[in-house]
């Protein structure tokens, strides 16, 4: 026997609202699964190497596929011999590429750095792009602003007594409210727009007085 509970179609807007239920599944083949998997364990990566991995071209097809369903992204472009693009999967590796593309609009240069994994820490990495001089470091992850990456940086850069302005961009150590994704990405803080907003205005010096766990959420 089956047991399903359904609600008054009445409600499916508001629910469907509330749920994201406007979102669409990405209908994907083996391939792409393979591929995508591949660009987010070992990204960024060049089309070259993603080639070099199956053993076979991947064709361009393939991979416009992947950026048309935004689950891949241009990356920065590889120091390998003219100098390719990569792609990068990842929310937030995506988002900050996108981020940094907004902001130089107003002449703000970005550099992105991805960090894969907290466990082991690109540590050589990390310390390099901070210790030049004049550096706003913000460190950008959908988890916890507690435990996570923006955690892992602080600890590395107070122990190499690296001194750069510091910032996290993660979710508050509370619990959240329930609702549409893109709605709640802008209200905690992990959208595009919101990135590219508080990066602004910490370049601008307004707000580097508060500390970082007040801009958690929209000031």
């Not at 690109?122 to 959908?142: C, F, K, M, P, Y």
Request: proline share 6%; charged share 20%.
């Amino acid at each position: 026997m089956v047991v399903t509970h359904l609600t008054r179609p009445a409600y499916a807007d508001a629910i469907g609202a509330a749920v994201g239920g406007n979102e669409r599944a990405v209908d994907l083949t083996q391939s792409e699964v393979l591929v995508l998997m591949c660009v987010a364990y070992f990204q960024p990566i060049t089309p070259a190497e993603l080639s070099s991995f199956f053993g076979k071209e991947i064709s361009r097809d393939l991979i416009g596929h992947l950026r048309g369903a935004k689950l891949i992204a241009s990356g920065p472009r590889s120091p390998t011999p003219g100098a390719p693009y990569t792609y990068a999967s990842g929310l937030m590796t995506m988002r900050a590429l996108e981020a940094a593309k907004a902001l130089e609009a107003d002449r703000i240069g970005c550099a992105v750095l991805h960090v894969p994994t907290i466990k082991p820490l690109d540590t050589e990495a990390i310390l390099a792009a901070a210790r030049r001089s004049g550096r706003l470091v913000v460190a950008a992850e959908n988890h916890t602003i507690i435990g996570g990456l923006g955690e892992g940086v602080a600890a590395l850069l107070m122990r190499e007594r690296v001194t750069p302005v510091f910032r996290q961009i993660a979710l508050p150590d509370e619990f959240l409210d329930a609702g549409a994704l893109p709605t709640l990405h802008d209200r905690y803080g992990i959208s595009t727009s919101e990135l590219v907003r508080r990066v602004r205005i910490w370049s601008e010096g307004e707000v580097r007085a508060l500390p970082t766990q007040q801009l958690s959420h929209r000031p």
